[in-house]
Nanobody, 120 residues
Framework: QVQLVESGGGLVQPGGSLRLSCAAS????????MGWYRQAPGKQRELVAD???????NYADSVKGRFTISRDNAKNTVYLQMNTLIPEDTAVYYC??????????????WGQGTQVTVSS
C-alpha cells in the first residue's frame, strides 16, 4: 500500500498565503501524475491543479495566477503554494497520486484531506 501524508492546511485571512505539501511513501516504483483536488460543502470535488512527472502543469481557471503546483520526484512530494487566497478557496484539499509499484500494479491514492479556511 501507499500512504499520502498531507500538511499545511489551516485558517488564513483573505489575501493571505498557505503552502500545502503531500509526501508519498510505501511500495512505490514510480509516481506518474500528482495533483490537488478540493471539495467545498455541498459541492462536487474539483481539480485544482495537477502535474506530470516531467513537470507539465494544469490549473483550474479559478486559481490561475494565484496557485502554483510543484513536485520533488526524489522525495515523492507534491506542493501547492496558494497566494492571494479568497473565501471561495475554502474547502477540504486532497492530494492525489497515480502510483506504479515494483510489480507494475498501478492505482490512484488519496490523502486524508486537509481543511483550508479563508475568512476574516
Amino acid at each position: 500500500q501507499v500512504q499520502l501524508v498531507e500538511s499545511g492546511g489551516g485558517l488564513v485571512q483573505p489575501g493571505g498565503s498557505l503552502r500545502l505539501s503531500c509526501a508519498a511513501s510505501g511500495s512505490i516504483f514510480r509516481i506518474n501524475g500528482m495533483g490537488w483536488y478540493r471539495q467545498a460543502p455541498g459541492k462536487q470535488r474539483e481539480l485544482v491543479a495537477d502535474i506530470t512527472r516531467s513537470g507539465s502543469t494544469n490549473y483550474a481557471d479559478s486559481v490561475k495566477g494565484r496557485f502554483t503546483i510543484s513536485r520533488d520526484n526524489a522525495k515523492n512530494t507534491v506542493y501547492l503554494q496558494m497566494n492571494t487566497l479568497i473565501p471561495e478557496d475554502t474547502a477540504v484539499y486532497y492530494c492525489n497520486a497515480y502510483v506504479l509499484n515494483s510489480l507494475y500494479q498501478s492505482r490512484d491514492y488519496w490523502g486524508q484531506g486537509t481543511q483550508v479556511t479563508v475568512s476574516s
